[in-house]
């Protein structure tokens, strides 16, 4: 089963259509050169795989809700205030991402995070289910 994945982002849509909306089309569409990622369809699961390099592990929050798998990490850097920098390149960020996967056996999903990249496996199923804060190998 062959399924579309695209950023919800339609400029062209009725001001309603935005403001219902808003949350997934701002993360799907915004942060997607702040989070790369590829997603297979294999037989029997889907395998997403993002670059988070940085990241902490608990900073990274996932969700499937609605027949979406949402990706959220945070980022922060402490910034001492009583040295005075010379130059500053690293900053805290969040990024997020969504991406419609229906029929997934929620409580099958596995992610891991190593080295940077994270990987999330969501089995195959007909059932239409809701699953909050996967948990991260």
Request: aromatic share 10%.
């Amino acid at each position: 089963m062959a399924i579309e994945l695209r950023n919800n982002m339609n400029l062209f849509s009725p001001m309603n259509n935005f403001t219902s909306d808003f949350d997934d089309n701002f993360f799907s569409s915004f942060a997607g050169n702040q989070m790369r990622t590829d997603v297979i369809e294999n037989k029997d699961n889907y395998v997403v795989t993002s670059e988070l390099p940085g990241f902490k592990k608990d900073n990274i929050h996932l969700n499937y809700r609605d027949n979406k798998l949402i990706i959220k990490a945070d980022h922060e850097v402490n910034k001492d205030n009583n040295n005075k920098f010379l130059r500053i390149e690293r900053s805290s960020k969040s990024v997020a991402r969504s991406f419609r996967i229906p029929n997934i056996k929620v409580e099958d999903i596995k992610a891991s995070y190593d080295g940077g990249i994270l990987r999330v496996t969501l089995p195959k199923d007909r059932q239409n289910n809701t699953f909050d804060n996967i948990d991260i190998d």
